[in-house]
């Protein structure tokens, strides 16, 4: 790190406690009993960081600072008012590609006066190591913004969820990774400008090559790995700056963001490297992209009352379609009535329902659903067999039984919730015409023991709740 004999030691103390409130945040929020500790304890540790860089600035005015923060903080206040739940994951993509921006323009402000930065040698040219650091730096942070910037377009419905497979792309991405990359190499040689604008255009436009093969079905590993790149970016760019805080704080983002990618593609059968490599799930696939004309059974709210309060265990999925509705506060509703007429009821979260890892449990913490009724697929999966009724309100392609069985289907792999073992299934959908996120309809519907219940998640399940009354 530049300077560092320079820096006060009490600095170096507030950024090392600052680091470690980072990391008992990521402990907090390992658990949803512990997540709102967690997150107070990073809003500490930030603050801290904040106010150390700010007591001990060089560079730029404390008023322009502040101001910037003012305008910055207003904007974040007023999108997190009006945001609806069902936009947080590209509200989150969004967040990324501005941190990855945030990355390139740290970064080009230091190639153009690497002298306010102190990453300049007697000569006046740019160190050596900090060329590395800043072409990394910018690397991955114009990666992150491309490709977050697709990753909102696909999860907003502004662009098709499906793969766009460009030919010859495996040879295209490769090619232009490995001329960043020695672009990055030579520029510890010759810091000439045209090397260094060149490492960001190309790292644009591989960002944006890296996402568009990507399926709409593993989206939410796209939104993961996008944190860990913006992470790294940060990271990249603390040592630019010679910033202790940036470093620590862009590690863990970065390595956590990493290991939660590894998770979730361990969780999809998907493979870890495709992820990094870009175009993993665009297989072209067989699966149907429309409904199946075929016969199914239909139901109404008052057959679903009428079972479920003759159960003994029913199980709930929820999925985007209840976060489309908000339909969580009467769902914990209609599950508080059930449990007054003595029928266990758990609630069964795949790790990708939703566009967002944790989504479906930040919805149910939303409407006060006590933690120890909420399971993962590998706690509860198990259970579907000992249930009466597997309720399942708009999760389409975390419980299609063809990801098990059809190997022409892009979720083929994919581990599922077993809810066809249910003894009946009840299946809230607003339509029998729309496919899921994947495009492949489910032949869950189809089922013996299923019976479709066709309307708004809301509306039905406040229909359910009138009959159980």
Partial sequence: MHEAAAIPAWVLIAYLVSGICFILALRGLSSPVSSQRGNRLGMIGMG????????????????????????GGAVGFLVARRIQMTAMP????????LVGMAAVLVGAAAFLNPGAFGITDSAGAIM????????????????????????????????SGAPILLPLRHVINLGTLAAILGLIGYFTLDQSPWIFWTVVALSFLIGFLLIIPIGGADMPVVVSMLNSYSGWAAAAMGFTLGNTAMIITGALVGSSGAILSYIMCRAMNRSFISVIAGGFGAVASSGATEA??????????????FL????????????????????????????????????????????VAGRMP?????????????????????????????????????????????AKTDKGSPIYGMPVLDVEKART?????????????????????YRDNTMMLLADAKKMVEEIVKALG
């Fill in 308 to 351: 479920m309060s003759q159960a003994d265990k029913v199980i709930i999925v929820p999925g985007y379609g209840m976060a489309v509705a908000q339909a969580q506060h009467v769902l914990r509703e209609m599950t508080d009535l059930l449990k007054e007429e003595g029928v266990e009821v758990k609630f069964a979260i795949h790790p």
């Fill in 48 to 71: 801290i960081a904040v106010g150390t860089t700010l007591v001990t600035h060089e560079i730029a005015g404390l008023g322009e600072i502040l101001i910037a923060i003012g305008l």
């Fill in 292 to 305: 199946i004309d075929r016969p199914y059974k239909r139901g109404s709210a008052e057959d679903a009352a």
């Fill in 425 to 445: 299934v009840l299946f809230i959908k607003r339509s029998m015409g729309g496919a899921g996120y994947a495009g492949v309809d489910n032949e869950l519907f």
């Fill in 358 to 402: 944790g989504h479906m449990n930040v919805l149910l913490a939303e409407a006060s659903v006590p933690y120890d009724e909420v399971f993962e697929l590998e706690d509860i999966n198990s259970e579907f067999a000992t249930a009466d009724v597997a309720f399942v309100i708009g999760a389409n392609d975390v419980t299609n039984p063809a």
């Fill in 128 to 159: 050596p190591v900090s060329r590395i650091e800043m072409g990394l730096g910018v690397a991955i942070g114009a990666i992150t913004f491309s490709g977050s910037v697709i990753a909102f377009l696909k999860l907003n419905g502004s662009m």
């Fill in 90 to 97: 590209q509200l989150v993509a969004a967040f990324h590609s």
